[in-house]
C-alpha cells in the first residue's frame, strides 16, 4: 500500500525540506502504518510541479528524521516511530504494588542476601590501580585479563559498559540503522522490544521452544533479510529456556547459509547460569558480540556488562561513547577485578548459582505437582502458562503476591496467557498462592 497525496495536500510547500515536513505531518495526521510507501519519486515530482531532484532531497531528510528508509528498487517506506517513553513494555512488567506487605515476584532482581559483600572489595578499589583521565584505557588494567579468559577472546576484543542494557543499546545503535530489521525472541525481555522501537527498528519475532530458537522459524525470519539478530543463549528471560548444543548447530548452520548478519548474544544472567556457555563466535560468517552480565552475579549497583566484538564493530561502540560516559567507572571496574579474583566473593557466587536452581527447581516441582506445564529452565524466572492473566494476577494480589503479566512480554502484548514469577528470593510457594495459580491452569 502506498500513501497517496494531492497538491493541495501541500499548500506552497515547494522546498525539499517544507515538502518533507508537510510529509511528515501528512503521516503523522493520517496515522500512516510501518511499512507504508511514499509514492515514487517522479509520481509526485509531477504533483507538486517540483523537480525529481528536490523530492528525493526531501526524501532523505525523512530518512535523517528516521520517518522513511529508502530501500532502493522498491521505493521508500515508512519508519517505526517512537512511542512515548510512558507506554514503554518495561513500566507494564511491573504491576503496581497494593500495599507495603505484597511480596513482589515481578522483578527479575536478584537475591541482595546472595550477592557478594562489597565492603572489603571496594577498600582494595579503592587503593590498587591508577585513576582514570579521558584518555585511559576503556578496560582496566586489572580486569581486561579476567574478562578475556571469562569469554574466551583477546583482550583487544573486549570493553567494559553500564550494564546489559547499556550494551545492547549502544550495539544496535553502531550494527543498524532505522528501518532495518532485527530478528528477536517472542517473548522476550520488553526493554529489548522497547530499545527495537527507539532505535525505530523493525522487529522479525522468531519462536523458541525447550531447546532454544525453533530453526524452521529462524529460516523464516532470515527470508526477510534481518541485519541483526539478537538471541539469549542462556537462562532466556522471561522463560529460562537454554540453547541445547544440538540446537546451537542448526541455528550456526542456517545463519552461515544465509547472508552474513550481525548476531548479538545476551548472556545477562552470566555466572549465576547453571548451564555451560555457549556462543556463535567462529560458526557464523557475520559479527558475533556477546553481552556478559554482572548484575545477577555481582549486583546491579556495580551496572557493569563486558562487550566481546570484532573490532570494527568494539571501535564503534568505543569512540561513540567518547561523545557520553565516555568509560565505566575504573573504581568499579576494579571492583569488579577483586570479586572475580578473590576466593571469599567467588565461593559466594558459586553458592548463589547452587541455590537459585534449587529454588526454581522447587517451583517447578510444586507448580507440576498441581498440572502446570512449566520447563524445568535456568536463571531466576519461572515462565507459567495459564489460562487468563488478569484473572490469576487479581486473585494472587489478593493473598499478596505481585507477579509480572506475560502480556509484557509479546511485542504487540496479545499471546496465550502467562505469567513470570521470580524465583530467585523465593523457596518455593505457601499453599494460598500454588492453589490460586491452579485455578487458573
Known amino acids: 500500500m502506498a500513501l497517496e497525496f494531492t497538491s493541495a495536500d501541500f499548500g506552497k ?21 510501518f511499512g507504508t510507501k511514499l509514492p515514487p519519486i517522479r509520481t509526485l515530482a509531477r504533483i507538486l510541479e ?10 532523505l531528510e525523512l530518512e535523517r528524521r528516521g520517518v522513511a528508509k529508502g530501500q532502493g528498487r522498491t521505493g521508500t517506506v515508512l519508519v517505526r516511530r517512537n512511542p512515548p ?7 507494564r512488567m511491573f504491576p503496581e504494588q497494593s500495599s507495603p506487605a505484597t511480596h513482589d515476584l515481578s522483578t527479575g532482581f536478584p537475591d541482595p542476601r546472595l550477592l557478594p559483600d562489597l565492603r572489603e572489595a571496594l577498600a582494595s578499589a579503592a587503593l590498587g590501580g591508577e585513576a582514570h583521565n579521558y584518555l585511559n584505557r576503556h578496560v582496566a588494567e586489572e580486569l581486561s585479563p579476567i574478562l578475556a579468559k571469562l569469554l574466551e577472546v583477546e583482550p583487544e576484543s573486549l570493553t567494559v559498559v553500564n550494564g546489559s542494557l547499556d550494551a545492547l543499546d549502544r550495539l544496535l545503535g553502531q550494527a543498524c540503522v532505522a528501518g532495518d530489521r532485527v530478528i528477536v525472541e517472542e517473548p522476550s525481555f520488553p526493554p529489548i522490544f522497547d530499545l527495537l522501537d527507539v532505535h525505530r527498528l523493525v522487529p522479525v ?7 532454544g530458537i525453533d530453526p524452521d522459524s529462524l529460516a523464516q525470519a532470515l527470508e526477510r533479510r534481518a541485519q541483526v539478530m539478537i538471541w539469549q543463549p542462556r537462562a532466556q528471560n522471561p522463560t529460562g529456556i537454554s540453547t541445547s548444543s544440538r540446537r546451537l548447530g542448526e541455528l550456526a548452520a542456517l545463519l552461515a547459509q544465509a547472508r552474513p548478519i550481525t548476531v548479538i548474544e545476551d548472556d545477562h544472567s552470566g555466572l549465576v547460569s547453571s548451564v555451560p556457555r555457549s556462543t556463535m563466535r567462529g560458526q557464523v560468517p557475520g559479527p558475533v558480540a556477546t553481552i556478559y552480565g554482572f548484575s545477577k552475579s555481582h ?22 561513547r567518547r561523545l557520553g560516559p565516555s568509560w565505566t567507572s575504573g573504581l568499579m571496574q576494579r571492583l569488579l577485578a577483586h570479586l572475580l579474583t578473590e576466593e571469599a566473593p567467588s565461593t559466594r557466587v558459586e553458592h548463589a548459582k547452587k541455590v537459585y536452581a534449587e529454588r526454581l527447581g522447587l517451583l517447578v516441582g510444586q507448580l507440576r505437582a498441581i498440572g502446570a506445564d512449566v520447563a524445568s529452565g535456568d536463571g531466576l524466572n519461572c515462565w507459567i502458562p495459564v489460562t487468563s492473566e488478569l484473572g490469576v494476577i487479581t486473585d494472587l494480589a489478593r493473598v499478596s503476591v505481585v507477579v509480572a503479566p506475560g502480556s509484557a512480554f509479546y511485542l504487540d502484548g496479545r499471546s496465550a496467557p502467562h505469567i513470570r514469577i521470580t524465583t530467585a528470593a523465593i523457596d518455593g510457594l505457601a499453599p494460598g498462592p500454588i492453589e490460586v495459580i491452579g485455578r487458573w491452569l
Do not use: C, H, M, W
Request: cysteine-free; overall charge positive.
Open 85 to 91: 517513553l510512558g507506554a514503554a513494555r518495561v513500566f
Open 50 to 59: 517540483v523537480s525529481p531532484t528536490t523530492v528525493a532531497a526531501a526524501y
Open 205 to 211: 519475532p522468531v519462536r523458541s521452544d525447550t531447546e
Open 13 to 33: 510547500a515547494r522546498g525539499a525540506r517544507e515538502i518533507a515536513q508537510k510529509i511528515d505531518e501528512l503521516v503523522e495526521a493520517r496515522r500512516a502504518a
Open 299 to 320: 549486583g546491579p549497583d556495580l551496572r557493569i556488562s563486558a562487550v566481546a566484538a570484532n573490532a570494527e564493530l568494539l571501535a564503534k561502540v568505543v569512540e561513540r
